[in-house]
């Protein structure tokens, strides 16, 4: 079965410094999603990617965030100055045609922990 | 009001017994309905689209209540790895993106 593979699996980094998480979505996908949970919360969007270029982002995703498909296989969410509350999972998800009758494969997610 | 709403639960059942629980969301306009499988610390695991006639898949039955905008997953037969989290997702249209509700947490017990 497809895969989304995601990395690290966890990585723990100091306040304020940059980190960037990875994901290789399903290889013929063309929407991409990232998504977090802090520990005992719910799962929120953050955003998502179609055709090279944001389409939706939640309030989450500030100016210390930024998405990027450098290659055309991997999909990378970077964090520019981490702050103690950006620990959480974060989870890239992708999805093939859009179609909004079928559900999403979620990588196995990067547990982010700020320190 | 929140987006999808869940009984955080959680429910604790005996091996073989049923358990249902719901969700309710609030966008009238929601066009897909979902119920994924959260195990602690993992991703979510899609278990089963829900449509509006309904829809069984082995022994999870899902139902869809559009007037009333609730979503049920009832379980029969319990088994001790259904033990999990439940999480009613909601796509609430053209963007795609999917909103979660907090979560059923469901306990299997020998």
């Known amino acids: 079965e497809p895969e989304v593979t995601q990395t690290p699996s966890h990585q723990v980094t100091q306040m304020g410094q940059e980190v960037i998480l990875r994901c290789v979505p399903i290889?013929?996908?063309?929407?991409f999603y990232w998504y977090r949970q802090i520990l005992g919360q719910k799962v929120e969007f953050l955003v998502s990617f179609y055709n090279n270029e944001i389409s939706e982002k939640s309030e989450i995703f500030d100016d210390q965030f930024s998405v990027e498909r450098p290659d055309g296989s991997n999909f990378t969410l970077k964090i520019r100055s981490t702050k103690l509350e950006d620990s959480a999972m974060y989870f890239c998800?992708?999805?093939?045609?859009?179609?909004?009758?079928?559900?999403?494969?979620f990588g196995s997610g990067t547990r982010l922990t700020v320190v | 009001r929140k987006e999808v709403e869940q009984d955080p639960g959680p429910f604790n059942v005996p091996e073989g017994a049923t358990v249902a629980f719901n969700c309710t969301y609030s966008?009238?306009?929601?066009?897909?309905f979902f119920w994924y499988r959260q195990d602690c610390r993992k991703e979510p695991k899609l278990l089963m689209s829900?449509?509006?006639s309904g829809n069984e898949d082995g022994r999870f039955t899902a139902q869809l209540n559009r007037a009333s905008q609730y979503i049920s997953l009832l379980i029969r037969d319990s088994k001790l790895s259904d033990s999990a989290t439940y999480l009613c997702?909601?796509?609430?249209?053209?963007?795609?993106?999917?909103?979660f509700g907090a979560g059923t947490t469901v306990t299997v017990r020998a």
């Open positions: 997702v909601v796509n609430r249209g053209h963007d795609y993106k999917l909103s």
């Open positions: 998800a992708s999805n093939g045609e859009g179609d909004t009758n079928y559900g999403y494969t």
């Open positions: 829900v449509y509006s």
């Open positions: 290889s013929n996908h063309l929407y």
């Open positions: 966008n009238s306009a929601s066009q897909s």
